[in-house]
T-cell receptor, first 112, second 116 residues
Framework: KQEVTQIPAALSVPEGENLVLNCSFT??????LQWFRQDPGKGLTSLLL?????REQTSGRLNASLDKSSGRSTLYIAASQPGDSATYLC???????????FGAGTTVTVRA | GAGVSQSPRYKVAKRGQDVALRCDPI?????LFWYQQALGQGPEFLTY????????KSGLPSDRFFAERPEGSVSTLKIQRTQQEDSAVYLC??????????????FGPGTRLTVL
């Protein structure tokens, strides 16, 4: 069973700082890994999907890296803004399964 | 087109009541998933449909939970005789093709169930 760990569990930074969110997973046999954002009381918004053959994926201020062999992914958010405050979840997609396994998330607060 | 929609968005039930949660997936999506998210945790898989066939219900926590997708589009998750531990956000997701995590899953806004 895939186990996913996200560190730190919570993070509070002043506006403008760069954010580094870590995700580790136990089973490296994955097709891809998705990063999601979840606002309080809301569903999941997909931010980035990085394929197992890729080492990184970028979208605007967001950059996700993937080291499949070591079971790690990192989400970088540059020049954070108060609107980035949310919980960020990672979900590796196993190559022999269709369901996603999620970490508990990192809750980010960006202070104005 | 529209994304995945779920209704109701919020549901309060008294312990012992039955509830039904609805999911409208993206039109044409073959795969449909239900996940349960407890407070402060990541979503946990409940069940998977490929068209109208329920191929995996291994995550359903008890026989009080039942899901169906009779025409291969809209799905309903039913919880009978609700208990306080059923309080959670129930998320529905769909993907275009069948049977692989290779296919990106698109999530709905969820239904927050509170059992008093």
């Amino acid at each position: 069973k895939q186990e996913v760990t996200q560190i730190p569990a919570a993070l509070s930074v002043p506006e403008g700082e760069n954010l580094v969110l870590n995700c580790s997973f136990t089973d490296s046999a994955i097709y891809n890994l998705q990063w999601f954002r979840q606002d309080p009381g809301k569903g999941l918004t997909s931010l980035l999907l990085i394929q197992s053959s890729q080492r990184e994926q970028t979208s605007g201020r967001l950059n996700a890296s993937l080291d499949k062999s070591s079971g790690r992914s990192t989400l970088y958010i540059a020049a954070s803004q108060p609107g980035d405050s949310a919980t960020y979840l990672c979900a590796p997609g196993a190559s022999d399964d269709y369901k996603l396994s999620f970490g508990a998330g990192t809750t980010v607060t960006v202070r104005a | 087109g529209a994304g995945v929609s779920q209704s109701p968005r919020y549901k309060v039930a008294k312990r012992g009541q039955d509830v039904a949660l609805r999911c409208d997936p993206i039109s044409g999506h073959v795969s449909l998933f239900w996940y349960q998210q407890a407070l402060g945790q990541g979503p946990e898989f409940l069940t998977y449909f490929q068209n109208e066939a329920q191929l995996d219900k291994s995550g359903l926590p008890s026989d009080r939970f039942f899901a169906e997708r009779p025409e291969g589009s809209v799905s309903t998750l039913k919880i009978q005789r609700t208990q306080q531990e059923d309080s959670a956000v129930y998320l529905c997701a769909s993907s275009l093709e069948a049977g692989s995590s290779y296919n990106e899953q698109f999530f709905g806004p969820g239904t927050r169930l509170t059992v008093l």
